[in-house]
């Protein structure tokens, strides 16, 4: 019941095009819904996080889609671009858990 | 720049020799934590400090300890390290303690066991 489930493992978009990552959960406790994005040889950076009381959170190119009822919650980018290229994990905390629980992570490239 | 700055960058050690980690963070925050991440894999929580306060994660092996000095240094000891313990290393820090504030995370140190 702690974990969060991420896909796909890997992904290859067009430039221009949009990536699509997913994530479910099913602890009903969790509040707090984040992505980290990281790029090799760095540590993860917190993009962009979204709590359940809102279905849909927009920056910039990234959007974060939720659904409560499905406990469902994804990440979009759109005009995806090479400099996206890197690993996202989808995580989520809250309840009785302080700690982050974190999806296994999806590696993305953005082909020219 | 305000930022979690991790020493060294890569750290090459002998099956069983002791190895520190360290990390420093110019940010203030009370909360410091490790991370051990694998490749192609999450960054896994070993511990936290909300200041001097230490939390050991149940499944944290014993050969693992930390010390934190101060509110600006944190150290990873790992006393006998085995090859299964090569991995990158991860030190975040964050304001308070809990999921929902932003963990802000140094680059990493890459171990690698001989």
């Known amino acids: 019941q702690q974990q969060v489930k991420q896909s796909p493992q890997s992904l290859i978009v067009q430039k221009g095009g949009i990536s699509i990552i997913n994530c479910a959960y099913e602890?009903?406790?969790?509040?707090?819904f984040p992505w980290y994005q990281q790029f090799p040889g760095k540590g993860p950076a917190l993009l962009i996080a979204?709590?359940?009381d809102v279905s849909e959170k927009k920056e910039g190119r990234f959007t974060i889609s939720f659904n409560k009822s499905a406990k469902q919650f994804s990440l979009h980018i759109m005009d995806s671009q090479p400099g996206d290229s890197a690993t996202y994990f989808c995580?989520?905390?809250?309840?009785?858990?302080?700690?982050?629980?974190w999806g296994a992570g999806t590696k993305l490239i953005i082909k020219p | 720049d305000a930022m979690v700055i991790q020493n060294p960058r890569y750290q090459v050690t002998q099956f069983g020799k002791p190895v520190t980690l360290s990390c420093s963070q110019t940010?203030?925050?009370?909360?410091m934590y490790w991370y051990q991440q694998k490749s192609s894999q999450a960054p896994k929580l070993l511990f936290h400090?909300?200041?001097?306060?230490?939390?050991n994660e149940a499944d944290t092996p014993d050969n693992f300890q930390s010390r934190r000095p101060n509110t600006s240094f944190c150290f990873l000891d790992i006393r006998s390290p085995g090859l299964g313990d090569a991995a990158m290393y991860l030190c975040?820090?964050?304001?308070?303690?809990?999921?929902?504030?932003?963990?802000?995370f140094g680059p990493g140190t890459r171990l690698t066991v001989l």
């Open positions: 995580a989520a905390s809250g309840g009785s858990n302080y700690q982050l629980i």
């Open positions: 975040a820090t964050s304001t308070i303690w809990g999921g929902t504030d932003t963990q802000y």
């Open positions: 979204i709590r359940p």
């Open positions: 400090y909300y200041d001097k306060d230490f939390n």
């Open positions: 940010l203030n925050h009370n909360v």
């Open positions: 602890n009903t406790a969790f509040d707090y």
